[in-house]
């Protein structure tokens, strides 16, 4: 059983920063592929950035090109989203996923940027 626990959400201004984490529970964290989800009121869920293995590989959604980096640490059992130059579209509960035999989500946590 995979458990993904995310954190560092809260409440930003505009122009402001975060950064995410995602712990995870698994025997095997270094095969998981992980990736962030977010889902703003009234949308739909989308892919905002993944990563592989190894963090050699990344992708992120357009809208947060330049401004969002993934990153995880092995070690650790740990993937981040630093988060900068926040807008208020990016006002979302913001989800830790971990992709390996099955497809396992974390709760959320809230991000509203907001002045």
């Known amino acids: 059983q995979v458990q993904l626990v995310e954190s560092g959400g809260g409440l930003v201004q505009p122009g402001g920063s975060l950064r995410l984490s995602c712990a995870v529970s698994?025997?095997?964290?270094?095969?998981?592929?992980m990736s962030w989800h977010r889902q703003a009121p009234g949308k739909e869920r989308e892919l905002v950035a993944a990563?592989?293995?190894?963090?050699?590989?990344?992708n992120y959604v357009d809208s947060v090109k330049g401004r969002f980096t993934i990153s995880r640490d092995n070690a650790k059992n740990t993937v981040y989203l630093q988060m900068n130059s926040l807008q208020p579209e990016d006002t979302a509960v913001y989800y830790c996923?971990?992709?390996?035999?099955?497809?396992?989500w974390g709760r959320g946590t809230q991000v509203t940027v907001s002045s």
């Open positions: 996923v971990a992709h390996g035999q099955y497809i396992y």
């Open positions: 990563i592989d293995t190894t963090g050699g590989n990344t």
């Open positions: 698994a025997f095997r964290f270094s095969v998981l592929a």
